[in-house]
């Protein structure tokens, strides 16, 4: 009797090992942005020391908002430098929905929502971003790397080059 | 020979004493075994509250090193990247070195985040390739803990 409790008390320590040990290695989905994710841009110009451009959402989902970084020398082919002060996204507020488009950066009343501060520009790169939900139910920034787009420009603080 | 049988009954253990002696003895060597094994095995590193061995297949990023001699990272996945690890090969054979500590000093003290970028100028050298493998930030059983993914994540950049 006393041997029978032992033995399923020890398989019982076990198994409660062993499942601890392979619940990590269950596979648990990221954020993960939808293929379908596609952004466009244009009218990209060099006002003063703000960078203006347009983004169409071209894709099939709502873009809740973007990362821009740019390539500051001629050389530079990956953009790297943050167009954001403190790194990070800038979100629409209200999603942009497909087909939908948007004039950048916003101003509203006197105060420049979208707040750029380039030094000198080569080309600016863009890349979507998504709000989706995880298998917990909970909101998570997905970035849409596979749906960056990249736009060629040049300019200098103060002044317009191209 | 009823004598004998008598004595031999008086002789052995009660089935329960044995029981519980064998039961004790495989606990005993169990617990010596599985500590031995211990030291064989690697700590559990979870990030996102899985295997951080699952999270490095979730990486995603683009490097380039230009021809100005300037190293360019762009984080285009979900996943931070704590640091970076550079494996160097020359013709000598190849080394492995931390990026932050022997070739950057820029590199952001809390990693590169998604969506985030990094360049510097660095030198490798007469090296002809360069392998960057990305280190991970988990939380191990004593806490947090860097993990280095496998080469197979790692971008190889020709020199």
Known sequence: MVGYVLLIGMVIVMGGIVYAWLKTYVPK?????????????????C?????????KNTGLFNIDGYYIKATTSEEQELATEELKDGGGYFGFGRALKPNEEISLPRIIGDQIIDNYMPTYVY????TPMKFQENDKGIL?????????VKESIECDIGQTLA | MKKLNNKMERRGVSPVIAT???????????????????NFTEERVTKFDKN????CD????????SSGGELQISNDGNVPIYKMKIEIFDEAGHNTEDLDNEYSSDWPENGLNPGAGFSELME?????KIILIPVLYGIGEAGKKEYTCNEVYGVEISL
């Open chain 1, 29 to 45: 989905d990221i954020a993960q942005c939808p293929n379908e994710i596609s952004i466009s841009i244009s009218n990209v110009q």
């Open chain 1, 47 to 55: 006002i003063s020391n703000q960078i203006k451009f347009t983004l």
């Open chain 1, 123 to 126: 080309s600016i790169e863009i």
């Open chain 1, 140 to 148: 998570e920034v997905a970035v849409c790397g596979n749906s960056k």
């Open chain 2, 20 to 38: 519980v002696f064998l039961v004790g003895l495989v606990l005993v060597i169990a617990s010596i075994v599985s500590l031995w094994m211990w």
């Open chain 2, 52 to 55: 951080v061995q699952l999270v």
């Open chain 2, 58 to 65: 979730d990486i995603k990023f683009s490097a380039i090193y």
């Open chain 2, 124 to 128: 490798f050298g007469n090296a002809n």
